[in-house]
């Protein structure tokens, strides 16, 4: 059950939202004003609907603190439909923005999209002490972030993907390129990774057979 923060002042649009939301199957939180919303931002919500207009201070000074403190994807609510505000918002940490009056069923449609896409950015893979996180492009040794070439990241992928089996040139060409490029293109990105990854080394050569990640 997905848990919601629903931060909006009114309580009538809030107890709407919140029946709705939980015959959709949401979990929900509650918060009348920023304040309070921040607060509950300690239970973990996996998804924040914001209001724009909120007392003791607008919903923009409200997203500025929840990103100081956490990437949980922000939607926010607004009667304002003027394209400053809605820059204003995704300029600010907003991950979407929905303008009143809207229906029910897009607001749930579009929290669907972000816990979907947060779902994806949260997907690891690991090994050792190298982690992937695909979704977001990203990887690290221990603690260190590994800078790599679009072609090194995706090999890199690969042998993650395949811990410890040993991997064929062609292979690997094809995962990565979609066919077979020259042994030199393919070379060049494997020694770029190899340094990225730095010591002690986990990509072996078996020479004349291919490469396997092992300790």
Not at 119 to 135: H, I, K, N, T, W
Not at 136 to 160: D, I, N, Q, W, Y
Request: aromatic content about 6%.
């Amino acid at each position: 059950m997905p848990k919601v923060l629903l931060i909006e002042d009114d309580p009538g649009v809030r107890d709407a939202l919140r029946m709705g939301l939980e015959l959709e199957g949401y979990e929900v939180l509650e918060a009348g004003s920023g304040a309070e919303g921040l607060r509950k931002l300690g239970q973990e919500p996996e998804v924040v609907v914001l209001d724009v207009l909120l007392p003791g201070g607008d919903g923009f000074g409200v997203l500025k603190e929840i990103r100081q403190h956490s990437t949980v994807p922000v939607l926010m609510l607004t009667a304002l439909d003027e394209v400053e505000y809605r820059v204003k918002g995704l300029r600010g940490g907003a991950d979407d923005y929905l303008v009143k009056p809207y229906a029910l069923s897009e607001l749930v449609a579009r929290l669907e999209a972000l816990l979907r896409r947060a779902s994806r950015d949260q997907e690891m893979l690991c090994y050792a002490d190298v982690a992937l996180f695909p979704g977001r492009m990203e990887a690290r040794r221990g603690e260190r972030v590994l800078e790599l070439s679009p072609k090194a990241f995706l090999l890199l992928k690969t042998f993650l993907e395949h811990p410890e089996r040993l991997l064929p040139k062609e292979s690997l060409m094809q995962r990565v390129w979609g066919e077979e490029v020259e042994p030199n293109t393919l070379e060049v990105h494997l020694s770029a990774l190899r340094r990225a990854l730095g010591e002690p080394p986990l990509l072996h050569t078996l020479r004349g057979h291919g490469y396997i990640l092992r300790r």
